[in-house]
């Protein structure tokens, strides 16, 4: 039966191929996504805890000042950190953000190229 069946449709080797290699890709890419997810994650975790603790360093800080000028002061320098830790932190997310989009189309890249290549040789023939 298979041989009459590979008569009629001579390519269902490179059908079946074509798509197991479109699958791969596409399971190449969510597994880069999801591990790139985990790792945007991780970050989030750390800055948010760190931002926790900074907040009770903070504040503790600010029960023992002895003035309200000394308050104010505090106040604007923990400011003044907050902000540029917030700064660094967004930048640090962005730059994974941006990282995993690459990882994660990386293979469906490479499988349109392969397939546009593979297309593109009958015509170039």
Do not use: W
Not at 98 to 109: E, G, M, R, S, T
Request: glycine letters at 4%.
């Amino acid at each position: 039966m298979t041989e009459y069946f590979t008569k009629f449709v001579p390519s269902f080797d490179l059908i079946v191929e074509f798509h197991k290699a479109n699958l791969d890709a596409f399971v190449q890419a969510q597994t880069a996504f999801f591990k790139g997810s985990q790792e945007i994650s991780k970050e989030l975790v750390a800055q948010t805890q760190a931002n926790i603790e900074a907040l009770v360093v903070a504040s503790k800080t600010a029960f023992g000042a002895k003035t309200l000028q000394e308050v104010v002061e505090l106040n604007v320098d923990g400011a003044k950190t907050h902000y540029e830790k917030l700064v660094a932190g967004s930048t640090k997310l962005g730059e994974l953000g941006v990282q995993v989009a690459n990882d994660a189309f990386a293979p469906i890249k490479a499988r349109a190229t392969a397939v546009s290549e593979t297309l593109m040789k009958p015509v170039a023939a």
